[in-house]
C-alpha cells in the first residue's frame, strides 16, 4: 500500500506562506484580514498535472501528524486525498486544461459556518468531520450539458430539487470528530476497494464504504474561504473575515 512522501508536495499560496520548519515538517499559515480576499496556503502532488495524471489509487493510505490553531477559524483546513473538483481551467498559459468533474475526496476536513456541501441532510456538514465523497468518474466534457440547469440553482424550489437529485449521482459520508485539532495528533486515512478507515492516534473514528474513485491527489491545506448548498436551497460562497491561522504538518 503506498504512502505520503513529503518530496513530491509542492506549495501553494495565495496571501499565505508555506514553510518547511525542517525534515518532513512544514508550516501552512494564512494572514489575518477581512472578508473579500482569498487566502490560501496548501501542498498538494497535483502541480499542472491534468486530473487524468493524478498519481493516487486505491488501495493508498495516508499519515501525518498536524494541529492547527485557532481552534474555530473561519474557513476551511484539512488533508487527504480528492480530485480537485473545485479548479476550471481553460488550459492559458501552460496550465492544465480542467473542467470541474464530480466529486471524489476522502479526508479529515475541518469546515466552518456557514460552509455547507453535504447533499444529504442527516450528515453532518460544519465542525471537524472525516468526510469522503464517490463519484462514477465521467469525462468532464459529458457533465457540459449539466451546465444548462445551473440557472436553475437561482430558484429555491428547483435548487432543493437538483440537490436531491445529485444524491443519485454523489455518494457522501461523514462523522463528526470529537478531538482538540489544536494539539498533536496523529492522523491515518487508509482507502482500499471496499472500505475508507480513519484513525487519529491508533483509535479507529470512522469507517465507509464510500470510497472516492482515483485518480486522486493529496491536498494539505488551510484558507479562509466557504461555499453552502443548505437544505432550503440557498446557494452561497465567499470569503470570510479571519485571525491568523496555521495547520502544521509532520509527514
Known amino acids: 500500500m503506498a504512502g505520503l512522501e513529503e518530496k513530491d508536495l509542492s506549495p501553494l499560496s495565495r496571501h499565505g506562506i508555506v514553510e518547511e520548519k ?21 501542498l498538494d502532488d497535483q502541480s499542472d498535472l491534468r486530473r487524468a495524471q493524478f498519481h493516487w489509487r486505491v488501495p493508498c493510505c495516508q499519515e501525518l501528524k498536524a494541529r492547527a490553531s485557532p481552534k474555530d477559524l473561519p474557513g476551511t483546513w484539512g488533508f487527504g486525498f480528492w480530485n480537485d473538483p473545485f479548479t476550471a481551467s481553460l488550459g492559458l498559459k501552460g496550465a492544465a486544461r480542467r473542467l470541474p468533474p464530480r466529486p471524489n475526496s476522502a479526508g479529515f476536513f475541518y469546515p466552518s459556518p456557514p460552509k455547507y456541501l453535504a447533499l444529504r441532510d442527516d450528515h453532518p456538514a460544519q465542525g471537524f468531520l472525516a468526510a469522503a465523497f464517490s463519484s462514477p468518474i465521467l469525462s468532464s466534457l459529458l457533465l457540459a450539458p449539466g451546465l ?88 452561497k460562497s465567499g470569503t470570510l473575515a479571519n485571525p491568523p491561522a496555521t495547520l502544521e504538518i509532520q509527514l
Request: glycine content about 8%; some cysteine; proline content about 6%.
Open 22 to 42: 525542517g525534515p518532513a515538517c512544514f508550516q501552512l499559515s494564512i494572514h489575518g484580514g477581512v472578508s473579500g480576499e482569498y487566502r490560501l496556503a496548501q
Open 148 to 235: 444548462l440547469a445551473l440557472p436553475l440553482l437561482a430558484w429555491r424550489p428547483s435548487a432543493r430539487l437538483l440537490r436531491k437529485m445529485a444524491r443519485s449521482l454523489i455518494q457522501e459520508d461523514s462523522t463528526l470528530i470529537h478531538v482538540d485539532a489544536t494539539q498533536w495528533h496523529t492522523y491515518r486515512l487508509e482507502l482500499t476497494d471496499q472500505v475508507a478507515r480513519f484513525s487519529i492516534d491508533g483509535h479507529q473514528v470512522g469507517e465507509t464504504a464510500c470510497v472516492p474513485r482515483g485518480p486522486l491527489a493529496r491536498v494539505i491545506w488551510i484558507d479562509n474561504q466557504y461555499a453552502a448548498f443548505n437544505p432550503d436551497g440557498a446557494l
